[in-house]
């Protein structure tokens, strides 16, 4: 467990963007950012961060400060473990690919620590900003949204976007040191079981069959140690995963 966030970590530095420059003032001016918005560029080809904006009202940190390291180490400690072992995946998941890149992108919902060491939710997402004519990984945006409507339990919550998401949802479910996490495709179908659905008519809602339907809940089982669906309802409503 000591050496989650290893991978990922490997290609990330301390350098922080250069904020005069053509790219980062052109960007700033085509980019809208939403208030409480932390967006940033990195390129694994420069080793360094090409943009950083509305990082201070975030976090507290200022744009010409901020940089890949920081924004990895600034996860709260009850949320680090799974952050750090699900960007190795991810990256690890990315290399493996040279195709479609810039179509892939991942979300998670976290807590991140400000400089005053308050404690911070927000929903992260990041994409694929540029691949290399040979497919390869170039750089990656990503935007930190701070939501104070957010409410955690001890679940994990991500979801994965891209042309092959189900193949990186599968592995990370089958893999993932960390216990207690849920993709979007099973929050789907959790969402739709408490609401009383047999599992026939959750497979015609998803456009699924049954059987489909019936490997995004089973597991659930095992994960989160419950014995049947009634006491998986309850779980996810312990754990805020339910309105």
Same mark, same amino acid.
């Not at 250069?18 to 939403?34: C, G, Q």
């Not at 990195?42 to 360094?48: A, D, M, P, T, V």
């Not at 959790?190 to 047999?198: E, I, K, S």
């Given at each position: 467990?000591?050496?989650?966030?290893?991978?990922?970590?490997?290609? +990330?530095? *301390?350098?922080? &963007?250069?904020?005069?420059?053509? /790219?980062? !003032? $052109?960007?700033?001016? #085509?980019?809208? @950012?939403?208030?409480?918005?932390?967006?940033?560029?990195?390129?694994?080809?420069?080793?360094?961060?090409?943009?950083?904006?509305?990082?201070?009202?975030?976090?507290?940190?200022?744009?010409?400060?901020?940089?890949?390291?920081? +924004?990895? *180490?600034?996860? &709260?400690?009850?949320?680090?473990? /799974?952050? !750090? $072992?699900?960007?190795? #995946?991810?990256? @690890?998941?990315?290399?493996?690919?040279?195709?479609?890149?810039?179509?892939?992108?991942?979300?998670?919902?976290?807590?991140?620590?400000?400089?005053?060491?308050?404690?911070?939710?927000?929903?992260?997402?990041?994409?694929?900003?540029?691949?290399?004519?040979?497919?390869?990984?170039?750089?990656?945006?990503?935007?930190?949204?701070?939501?104070?409507?957010? @409410?955690?339990?001890?679940?994990?919550?991500?979801?994965?976007?891209?042309?092959?998401?189900?193949?990186?949802?599968?592995?990370?479910?089958?893999?993932?040191?960390?216990?207690?996490?849920?993709?979007?495709?099973?929050?789907?179908?959790?969402?739709?079981?408490?609401?009383?659905?047999?599992?026939?008519?959750?497979?015609?809602?998803?456009?699924?069959?049954?059987?489909?339907?019936?490997?995004?809940?089973?597991?659930?089982?095992?994960?989160?140690?419950?014995?049947?669906?009634?006491?998986?309802?309850?779980?996810?409503?312990?754990?805020?995963?339910?309105?």
């Amino acid at each position: 467990m000591d050496d989650l966030g290893a991978y990922s970590k490997g290609f +990330i530095t *301390n350098v922080p &963007a250069d904020l005069s420059t053509d /790219f980062a !003032n $052109e960007f700033r001016e #085509k980019t809208y @950012k939403y208030p409480l918005e932390g967006i940033y560029i990195y390129s694994f080809e420069e080793g360094k961060m090409l943009y950083a904006d509305g990082w201070e009202e975030v976090c507290g940190v200022p744009d010409s400060e901020i940089n890949m390291l920081a +924004i990895v *180490n600034f996860t &709260a400690p009850a949320f680090s473990p /799974f952050v !750090n $072992e699900i960007n190795d #995946k991810a990256l @690890k998941f990315l290399h493996q690919r040279n195709q479609k890149l810039t179509e892939y992108s991942f979300t998670i919902e976290l807590k991140i620590l400000h400089r005053n060491g308050k404690e911070v939710p927000v929903t992260a997402k990041v994409s694929v900003f540029e691949a290399a004519k040979d497919g390869r990984l170039k750089s990656i945006i990503g935007r930190f949204q701070v939501d104070y409507g957010l @409410k955690f339990g001890k679940v994990m919550r991500y979801a994965a976007y891209g042309p092959e998401k189900d193949a990186f949802e599968t592995d990370l479910n089958e893999s993932l040191f960390y216990p207690y996490h849920i993709s979007q495709k099973e929050m789907e179908a959790l969402r739709l079981l408490a609401d009383g659905f047999a599992y026939k008519e959750m497979a015609e809602k998803l456009d699924l069959s049954q059987s489909a339907v019936e490997k995004r809940i089973r597991p659930l089982f095992q994960r989160f140690n419950v014995k049947n669906n009634a006491h998986l309802i309850a779980f996810a409503f312990q754990n805020n995963l339910l309105p």
